[in-house]
Antibody
Framework: EVQLVDSGGGLVQPGGSLRLSCAAS????????MSWVRQAPGKGLEWVAN????????YYVDSVKGRFTISRDNARNSVYLQMNSLRAEDTAVYYC?????????WGQGTLVTVSS | QSALTQPPSASGSPGQSVTISCTGT?????????VSWYQQHPGKAPKLMIY???KRPSGVPDRFSGSKSGNTASLTVSGLQAEDEANYYC????????????FGGGTKMTVL
């Protein structure tokens, strides 16, 4: 069974940092693109970033470029999102998802709240 | 790039058919056959219902179907059931544009 488990969210002050993790199981992790998608409270889905199979290609939405970094560790079947210089508008549930443009499997989400 | 455009709401009675539209541009919806549709119930993670415009993942009822014409994609739910009440989001690959994946704003489907 395919499983994605998101973790690492929490309350952080503006300007702070957080590192989200997504642990994958049940499939050959190293053969899939992985993505992060977020959802602000009461709002729609927003694609944030993705990474190819060996980590050599990474793409970001403009609003997080230079602040967020996506990475992966295929030996640990995990994908990460390092979030720096966090802003109030980054407050959202963050989901990891399997895929580049069609997301067949999703994590349960982890809530990031940026507030003083 | 702007988000894809969806109607904010749609509704139908049990057994009826309802169609939700998703309008983009020639740089996303119209340029690639990589349109997907997701169903999201409150407090839950999204679930893929349609991918590559019209393909259904295993386990998704054939009441759900997708299509595309030009820059507009559509999701049709036939034989509407109470459990279909949810938010529906479309997404499209946008190639080398930034961002490379766009979502629609979402449509709240109500079963009357």
């Amino acid at each position: 069974e395919v499983q994605l488990v998101d973790s690492g969210g929490g309350l952080v002050q503006p300007g702070g940092s957080l590192r989200l993790s997504c642990a994958a199981s049940g499939f050959s992790f190293g053969t899939y693109w992985m993505s992060w998608v977020r959802q602000a409270p009461g709002k729609g889905l927003e694609w944030v970033a993705n990474i190819n199979q060996d980590g050599s290609e990474k793409y970001y939405v403009d609003s997080v470029k230079g602040r967020f970094t996506i990475s992966r560790d295929n030996a640990r079947n995990s994908v990460y999102l390092q979030m720096n210089s966090l802003r109030a508008e980054d407050t959202a549930v963050y989901y990891c998802a399997r895929g580049q443009a069609s997301f067949f499997y999703w994590g349960q989400g982890t809530l990031v709240t940026v507030s003083s | 790039q702007s988000a894809l455009t969806q109607p904010p709401s749609a509704s139908g009675s049990p057994g009826q058919s309802v169609t939700i539209s998703c309008t983009g541009t020639s740089s996303d919806v119209g340029g690639y056959n990589y349109v997907s549709w997701y169903q999201q119930h409150p407090g839950k993670a999204p679930k893929l219902m349609i991918y590559e415009v019209s393909k259904r993942p295993s386990g998704v009822p054939d009441r759900f179907s997708g299509s595309k014409s030009g820059n507009t994609a559509s999701l049709t739910v036939s034989g509407l059931q109470a459990e279909d009440e949810a938010n529906y989001y479309c997404s499209s690959f946008a190639g080398s544009n930034t961002p490379p994946v766009l979502f629609g704003g979402g449509t709240k489907m109500t079963v009357l």
